[in-house]
Nanobody, 112 residues
Framework: QVQLVESGGGLVQAGGSLRLSCAAF????????MGWYRQAPGKQRELVATISTGGGTNYLEFVKGRFTISRDNAKNTVYLQMNSLKPDDTVVYYCWGNPSYWGQGTQVTVSA
């Protein structure tokens, strides 16, 4: 059965870094577009970053230059490296796999 298992969320100070991991089960991450979404309370879920099967990436404007999505096919895992974190990055982050696979979410909290 398809499953996405996220890890790496937590509490950090502004300016710090976190690395989120999304381990996939039941399919190869190399075979699907993958990405990360985030959703704060009372707000819509928004696309943060995507990576295509060919390795091309796209980012939400607010995170450009700070976040990097990557894929390790040998580990069947997708990552989101988050640097220079800001308090506005404090949301739940969800791993996504094309077309409609979702992780359970991992909380990121950035203190001012």
């Amino acid at each position: 059965q398809v499953q996405l298992v996220e890890s790496g969320g937590g509490l950090v100070q502004a300016g710090g870094s976190l690395r989120l991991s999304c381990a996939a089960f039941g399919f190869r991450v190399s075979s699907r577009a993958m990405g990360w979404y985030r959703q704060a309370p009372g707000k819509q879920r928004e696309l943060v970053a995507t990576i295509s099967t060919g390795g091309g990436t796209n980012y939400l404007e607010f995170v450009k230059g700070r976040f990097t999505i990557s894929r390790d096919n040998a580990k069947n895992t997708v990552y989101l490296q988050m640097n220079s974190l800001k308090p506005d990055d404090t949301v739940v982050y969800y791993c996504w796999g094309n077309p409609s696979y979702w992780g359970q979410g991992t909380q990121v909290t950035v203190s001012a």
